[in-house]
C-alpha cells in the first residue's frame, strides 16, 4: 500500500471503529503501554490502577480493554454485568505467566501467617489467593500502611518487591518473577546514554533490576513517571520502562525530548512488550464488531478475587 493509501485506510478504520463503539454502547479503555493509534482513540488511558478505578464507574454495557488479559479480567471481576472484550485473546503477560496459581498456593502453604500481596499483574486465580492486590502507582503506600511487624508475601515480581524491600527496610517475603521488558534493559547503554546526555533525567519503572533503578533519578509506575515529566523543568528524559508510554509522553510535552532506554539484546530503540502490542486497530475493530474475544472469569475465582481488588481501591482513596 503507498503511503496516501494507508492513511486514507487508516482514517477510515478510525471512522469505522467509533461508528461501531456507539452502535454498540461500547467504550474503551487503553493502558499507556499501547500502541499510539489505539490510545488517541480511547476513552480513557491510564495504568492498571486507573483503569479499575474507572472500570467501576461506567455506564456503558460493553468495555473494551486494550491492554492485555488480566487488565481484561480486572475488569470482568469489577464489572461482571458487563460484556469485556480485549482485541487480541493472545495478549497475555510473561509476569503474569511466571506465577501460576498452584505453585503460588504452595508459597503460600509453606509461609503461614504472611499477608499476601500480589501485583495485579497476576491471573483471576492468583488473585483469589491474595490479601490485597496491589499496582505499580500503590504498591508503597500500601505496604506502608501495613502494620511494621507483618510478615509479607509479594508476588509475582522480584525488582518491584525488592525495590520496596529497600525503600521501607522491610522484609516481604518474594516470588522469584519478573517481565522480561523490564529485565532486559541494558546497564551499559543507560551509562552511554546518561554520559551523552549529561543534562537528561532518568525515570525508570521499579519492575526494572535493580542497578538501573540505582541509576535513576526518578523511580515509578507509568503514571507517576508521565506526572513528573510534566511538572519537572528538565527538558529531556531518558525513560525505562515499555515505549508506549512514550506516546502520551511526548504528545503532552511536545518542547521535551523523550529517550527510550534500549534493551541488552536489540539495535532497535526501544523497548516494546510484544503481547501488549498485538493489539491493532483491525483487531479493535474486529472486536467491537463481533463481540470476541470477551473475557470471562468462573464465579467461584471472581467471588475471592474482587475482594483484594476491592481492598485494593479502598487503600487507595
Ligand atoms: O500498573 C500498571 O498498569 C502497570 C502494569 C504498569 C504501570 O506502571 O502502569
Same mark, same amino acid.
Given at each position: 500500500?503507498?503511503a496516501?493509501e494507508?492513511?486514507?485506510?487508516?482514517?477510515?478504520l478510525?471512522?469505522e471503529i467509533?461508528r461501531?463503539?456507539?452502535?454498540?454502547?461500547?467504550?474503551i479503555l487503553?493502558?499507556?503501554?499501547?500502541?499510539g493509534d489505539?490510545?488517541?482513540?480511547a476513552?480513557?488511558?491510564g495504568d492498571s490502577l486507573?483503569l479499575?478505578?474507572?472500570a467501576r464507574?461506567?455506564?456503558e454495557?460493553?468495555?473494551v480493554l486494550c491492554?492485555v488479559h488480566?487488565?481484561g479480567e480486572t475488569a470482568k471481576i469489577?464489572?461482571?454485568?458487563?460484556t469485556v472484550l480485549?482485541?487480541d485473546?493472545n495478549?497475555?503477560?510473561s509476569?503474569?505467566?511466571?506465577c501460576q496459581?498452584?505453585?503460588f498456593?504452595?508459597f503460600?502453604?509453606?509461609?503461614?501467617?504472611?499477608?499476601v500481596?500480589?501485583?495485579?499483574n497476576?491471573?483471576?486465580a492468583?488473585?483469589?489467593?491474595?490479601d490485597i492486590v496491589v499496582?505499580?502507582? @500503590?504498591?508503597?503506600?500500601? /505496604?506502608?500502611k501495613l =502494620? !511494621?511487624?507483618? %510478615?509479607i508475601?509479594f508476588?509475582p515480581?522480584r525488582n518491584? #518487591?525488592g525495590y520496596?524491600n529497600?525503600?521501607?527496610?522491610?522484609d516481604?517475603?518474594l516470588w522469584?518473577?519478573a517481565?522480561?521488558?523490564?529485565?532486559?534493559f541494558?546497564v551499559e547503554?543507560?551509562?552511554e546514554?546518561?554520559?551523552? @546526555?549529561?543534562?537528561a533525567? /532518568?525515570?525508570?519503572? =521499579? !519492575?526494572?533490576k %535493580?542497578?538501573v533503578?540505582m541509576?535513576?533519578?526518578?523511580v #515509578?509506575?507509568?503514571?507517576?513517571l508521565?506526572k513528573?515529566?510534566?511538572?519537572?523543568?528538565?527538558?529531556?528524559?531518558?525513560?525505562?520502562t515499555?515505549?508506549?508510554?512514550?506516546?502520551?509522553m511526548r504528545k503532552?510535552?511536545?518542547d521535551?525530548?523523550?529517550i527510550p532506554?534500549?534493551?541488552?539484546?536489540s539495535?532497535?530503540?526501544?523497548?516494546?512488550?510484544?503481547?501488549?502490542?498485538l493489539?491493532t486497530?483491525?483487531k479493535?475493530?474486529?472486536?467491537l464488531k463481533?463481540?470476541?474475544?470477551?473475557?470471562?472469569v468462573d464465579a467461584e475465582?471472581a467471588?475471592k478475587?474482587?475482594?483484594p481488588?476491592?481492598r485494593?481501591?479502598?487503600m487507595?482513596?
Amino acid at each position: 500500500m503507498k503511503a496516501d493509501e494507508k492513511a486514507t485506510y487508516g482514517e477510515e478504520l478510525k471512522e469505522e471503529i467509533k461508528r461501531l463503539k456507539k452502535e454498540k454502547g461500547a467504550v474503551i479503555l487503553a493502558h499507556y503501554y499501547q500502541q499510539g493509534d489505539i490510545q488517541d482513540l480511547a476513552d480513557f488511558i491510564g495504568d492498571s490502577l486507573a483503569l479499575a478505578q474507572i472500570a467501576r464507574t461506567l455506564k456503558e454495557d460493553v468495555i473494551v480493554l486494550c491492554g492485555v488479559h488480566f487488565m481484561g479480567e480486572t475488569a470482568k471481576i469489577l464489572c461482571p454485568e458487563k460484556t469485556v472484550l480485549v482485541p487480541d485473546e493472545n495478549a497475555g503477560c510473561s509476569l503474569a505467566d511466571s506465577c501460576q496459581a498452584d505453585d503460588f498456593a504452595k508459597f503460600i502453604k509453606d509461609h503461614p501467617d504472611h499477608t499476601v500481596l500480589s501485583y495485579v499483574n497476576t491471573s483471576a486465580a492468583v488473585k483469589a489467593l491474595t490479601d490485597i492486590v496491589v499496582t505499580s502507582s @500503590n504498591a508503597l503506600s500500601i /505496604v506502608n500502611k501495613l =502494620p !511494621e511487624d507483618a %510478615k509479607i508475601i509479594f508476588g509475582p515480581d522480584r525488582n518491584l #518487591g525488592g525495590y520496596i524491600n529497600r525503600i521501607t527496610g522491610r522484609d516481604m517475603l518474594l516470588w522469584n518473577g519478573a517481565c522480561h521488558v523490564h529485565e532486559q534493559f541494558s546497564v551499559e547503554k543507560l551509562i552511554e546514554l546518561k554520559k551523552a @546526555n549529561p543534562d537528561a533525567e /532518568v525515570l525508570a519503572h =521499579p !519492575e526494572c533490576k %535493580k542497578v538501573v533503578l540505582m541509576l535513576a533519578d526518578v523511580v #515509578g509506575s507509568t503514571a507517576k513517571l508521565l506526572k513528573y515529566s510534566q511538572e519537572s523543568d528538565c527538558k529531556k528524559f531518558i525513560v525505562a520502562t515499555e515505549s508506549g508510554i512514550l506516546h502520551e509522553m511526548r504528545k503532552s510535552c511536545p518542547d521535551k525530548e523523550f529517550i527510550p532506554l534500549p534493551p541488552t539484546d536489540s539495535t532497535c530503540g526501544c523497548n516494546d512488550c510484544s503481547y501488549m502490542k498485538l493489539n491493532t486497530l483491525e483487531k479493535l475493530r474486529d472486536c467491537l464488531k463481533n463481540g470476541y474475544p470477551a473475557i470471562e472469569v468462573d464465579a467461584e475465582t471472581a467471588s475471592k478475587a474482587v475482594k483484594p481488588i476491592e481492598r485494593m481501591l479502598e487503600m487507595s482513596k
